[in-house]
Structure formats: structure tokens, C-alpha cells
């Protein structure tokens, strides 16, 4: 509406002033056109400026929801109140295996030194404990030797050996964490020349994890 009364007013200029009508209108007009893009690149960067400080809904994932945690996080908050036990270790072994396992769940905790030998492998003593699916091994394969328990290394299954029942709470503690330490990587002599021997590791643990 504004455009059109001024072209009105324009019209009644007397004859002789055309002229300077007509550079009036173009002085005005540019005024016009300067405060419109002036107006227009104000909104834009008000606009810029609105999307670097809020978050844009397409940002969130497409579900709503947070990215999944590795799986190995998800087992280790399932079993962050006792062992993930498979249903052939026996009623005995079961009861000896979870004490051990809230011993060692608390020297991982409390112990610096004793975290630090799963931090050097790049792993978290807690985390490997509760992501380890314990199972019974019975009378046979290597369980027919001396030892309470074995875990092929880089593994999360740990077989506990009947032998295990016959550790104190402190010395099954030290048996886990030492397994646990295989499922985070670490090699043992013999099958991997040049490693800690069983004993080895078994004693630094026991030193480590004031156990």
C-alpha cells in the first residue's frame, strides 16, 4: 500500500519538476531496497547464529534414543551384581565361584595396582570379570590336570574346574582375576614362548590385588 500512495504523490508533482521527482523516486526507492536486503540478511544470520547454539532435532538418532553400548558394556552391567554362571557349574561350585567373584570385583576396585594390570592391556579389570560366562568343566579335558580353571586367551568363557571349590575365597579371587586377565589378552608360557608361566601371573596378581 505504502508503493502505491507514493506513486500518487509523484503524479501531482508540477510539470518542470519531473526531474527531480524522478531522482527522488529512485533515491527513495533505493533506500527501500537497501532496508529489504538489510532486513532479510539480519533474519539469516539471526537464523545462523539460532542453529550453532541449539541442537537441530535431526541430530538426535533416528530412533530417539542413545546409541547402543558395545555388547561386552551390556554384560558387564548384567552381571555387575555376581557372575554370569552356566547352568553346568554345580550347586557347590556355584556357591564358591560368586564369593570369589565379589572379592575380586572389590580388589579391581580398590586396588589401583590391581586395575593397572588390565589397564596395561588396554582393558577394564571390572568390566572383564563381569562380561566372563563362567561354566562347568567337570572331570574331563584340561580340568583332568591340577588346575581350577582355564580361559583360552582373548576368550569370555572361563571353565572352572571342580579343584576351584577347594581355594579359600581369597585364592578363587586370585584365580579369576587371573583369568580374567587372559580373556583381556594376556598370553601364558607355554603356549606363548616368552610369557609369565601360570604361577607368574598367579603371584602378581596375589601381590598386585593385595589378595
Do not use: N, W
Not at 561386552?72 to 551384581?81: F, I, M, S
Amino acid at each position: 500500500m505504502a508503493h502505491r500512495s507514493l506513486r500518487g504523490s509523484f503524479r501531482r508533482d508540477p510539470p518542470g519538476r519531473g526531474s527531480a521527482g524522478g531522482r527522488l523516486r529512485a533515491a527513495f526507492l533505493g533506500v527501500t531496497i537497501a532496508v529489504l536486503a538489510g532486513s532479510a540478511t539480519a533474519q539469516v544470520e539471526l537464523a545462523d547464529a539460532g542453529g550453532a547454539t541449539a541442537s537441530p532435532a535431526s541430530a538426535a538418532a533416528p530412533s530417539g534414543r542413545a546409541s547402543a553400548p558395545p555388547a561386552e558394556h551390556e554384560r558387564a552391567r548384567a552381571g555387575a551384581g555376581g557372575p554370569d554362571l552356566g547352568e553346568a557349574v554345580s550347586p557347590a561350585l556355584r556357591f564358591r565361584v560368586a564369593e570369589a567373584y565379589r572379592l575380586a570385583v572389590t580388589a579391581v576396585r580398590t586396588r589401583p595396582a590391581c586395575d593397572a594390570l588390565f589397564f596395561r592391556l588396554g582393558a577394564a579389570g571390572e568390566e572383564k570379570l563381569a562380561a566372563t560366562l563362567y561354566r562347568g568343566g567337570g572331570d574331563v579335558g584340561a580340568c583332568l590336570r591340577p588346575v581350577p580353571a582355564f580361559t583360552c586367551v582373548g576368550c569370555r568363557q572361563t571353565v572352572v574346574c571342580p579343584s576351584f571349590s577347594r581355594l579359600s575365597c581369597a585364592g578363587g579371587a586370585a584365580i579369576l582375576i587371573h583369568e580374567a586377565l587372559h580373556f583381556a589378552g594376556l598370553p601364558e608360557r607355554p603356549v606363548q614362548p616368552g610369557a609369565m608361566s601360570a604361577a607368574e601371573i598367579t603371584a602378581i596378581v596375589r601381590r598386585s590385588c593385595s589378595l
